[in-house]
């Protein structure tokens, strides 16, 4: 038995992956490839350059499920994805 929960959802043009296991959450937003972790540091946070995945800037929430509802908030609101809009939103 897997304790893996993955979901998945299309809110216009993107795509939301969410991902938990026991280890901690992921949220990818497709096609920017913007990938929002708790992995290897502990604290939540975004990698907001996909061509340089070691850059990560912390964000200030922890919960999987928040991080994602405001992630969806603002692609339902928003006519134009913008990483640094969406992280001001996350801090």
Known sequence: MSRKTQDKTSIGDKILYKVKTPNGWSIVIMPDNILIDNYH???????P???NHVVKVEIGF???DKVFE???DYLNVSKVFDV????EMLK
């Open 70 to 72: 405001i992630i969806k």
């Open 49 to 51: 350059d996909p061509q």
């Open 84 to 87: 640094e809009e969406l992280l």
């Open 41 to 47: 540091i502990g604290k939540a946070h975004i990698h």
């Open 62 to 64: 922890d919960d999987c």
